[in-house]
């Protein structure tokens, strides 16, 4: 079932289009990439779904509800993490969950518990007697995700959530994501302008710039868009003029560049296999030191369908 219908929804500032007929659907239980640089229109697009900001054209269901026709319904799906924090500073990290959750209307054992697994799954435990001034934007960052479980939502949207933050809040994030997707099913919409962050989280994308569609589906389907060829990287021994010549004869091979102890080839996705490769290394006599297969990344799959980096 999908969760999230977004139907050919766009959006004006004034006279500026900055959402043009985007269209998508999330699957329950997925973990969903929304990227685009800076300026491309996540931000916009998520207050719309989330019911803050009104689309000038579409519709948006959540969990089967119109965002504006049934928004108390479909925003009982809705947990959203906003690039701003949103937390006491002089009080606790457990009292700032206690307050947020009581605001839910969880009280006893079940606020406890609620409690409990946010600050376990933030990696906070440790933490929890500490007063939010002296945490890291790191810090801060996970409490903020950790009032956004506390009435346990079915679609967590996160926007931004690693911008300026180090390294190992970074990574208690990702573990976070990857843990609450697993134990609860929750439905994740991530966005970033980080690829590589997308390419490690997210099963299906969508790739947003100046507004517009640059590409939607799932990660293969989204990396195959601009090319099915792989690079093979292998680093071998005993390399030769007619060891180049027998692997370009290769099906599937594209092209093919040596040095002293390495040769890179284009390969094609489809039609190349490994062992062909393998017997013409093993009847030259060349031990193999490494063989690597490296697909095409989504940093490269923006720049060959924008014409443009991520990030200058
Ligand atoms: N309230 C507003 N009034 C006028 N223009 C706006 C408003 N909010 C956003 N914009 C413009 O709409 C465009 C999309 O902005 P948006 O914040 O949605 O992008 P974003 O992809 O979330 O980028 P960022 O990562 O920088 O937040 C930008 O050109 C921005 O300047």
């Known amino acids: 079932m999908n969760i999230i219908e977004v139907k050919n929804i766009s959006k004006k500032f004034e006279d500026k289009l900055v959402l043009d007929n985007i269209s998508f659907s999330v699957e329950t239980g997925d973990?969903?990439?929304?990227?685009?640089?800076?300026?491309?229109?996540?931000?916009?697009?998520?207050?719309?779904?989330?019911?803050?900001?009104?689309?000038?054209?579409?519709?948006?269901?959540?969990?089967?509800?119109?965002?504006?026709?049934?928004s108390i319904k479909a925003k009982e799906f809705l947990g959203l993490v906003p690039q701003e924090l949103a937390l006491m500073e002089t009080v606790s990290?457990?009292?700032?969950?206690?307050?947020?959750?009581?605001?839910?209307?969880?009280?006893?054992?079940?606020?406890?518990?609620?409690?409990?697994?946010?600050?376990?799954?933030?990696?906070?435990?440790?933490?929890?007697?500490?007063k939010v001034k002296k945490f890291s934007g790191g810090m801060k960052r996970r409490?903020?995700?950790?009032?956004?479980?506390?009435?346990?939502?079915?679609?967590?949207?996160l926007d931004e959530p690693t911008?300026?933050?180090?390294?190992?809040?970074?990574?208690?994030?990702?573990?976070?994501?990857?843990?609450i997707n697993k134990e609860k099913n929750t439905t994740i919409l991530y966005t970033s302008h980080y690829m590589e962050e997308v390419e490690y989280l997210c099963n299906n994308i969508f790739i947003i710039d100046e507004g517009k569609e640059i590409a939607y589906g799932s990660k293969k389907t989204v990396k195959s868009m601009i090319s099915n060829n792989n690079k093979v990287n292998l680093r071998i021994d005993n390399i030769n003029k007619d060891l180049i010549n027998n692997i370009k004869l290769i099906n599937g091979v594209v092209d093919c560049e040596n040095s002293h102890d390495e040769i890179n080839l284009l390969v094609e996705g489809n039609s190349f296999k490994l062992e062909p490769l393998l017997k013409v290394l093993e009847s030259n006599k060349s031990a193999?030191?490494?063989?690597?297969?490296?697909?095409?990344?989504?940093?490269?799959?923006?720049?060959?369908?924008?014409?443009?980096?991520?990030?200058?």
Do not use: W
């Open 288 to 312: 193999i030191k490494s063989i690597n297969v490296d697909e095409p990344n989504l940093e490269e799959v923006f720049l060959a369908l924008t014409g443009k980096k991520l990030r200058d």
């Open 163 to 179: 911008v300026g933050i180090d390294p190992q809040s970074r990574n208690h994030i990702f573990e976070f994501i990857k843990g």
């Open 93 to 130: 990290a457990h009292d700032n969950l206690e307050f947020f959750g009581s605001l839910y209307g969880l009280k006893g054992k079940l606020l406890k518990e609620r409690i409990n697994y946010a600050l376990d799954i933030t990696g906070l435990t440790e933490k929890r007697k500490d």
């Open 31 to 70: 973990i969903f990439g929304l990227i685009g640089p800076n300026g491309a229109g996540k931000s916009t697009l998520i207050n719309i779904m989330t019911g803050l900001l009104d689309a000038n054209k579409g519709s948006i269901t959540i969990g089967g509800f119109d965002i504006k026709k049934e």
């Open 143 to 157: 409490l903020n995700l950790a009032a956004a479980i506390m009435h346990e939502p079915k679609i967590l949207i």
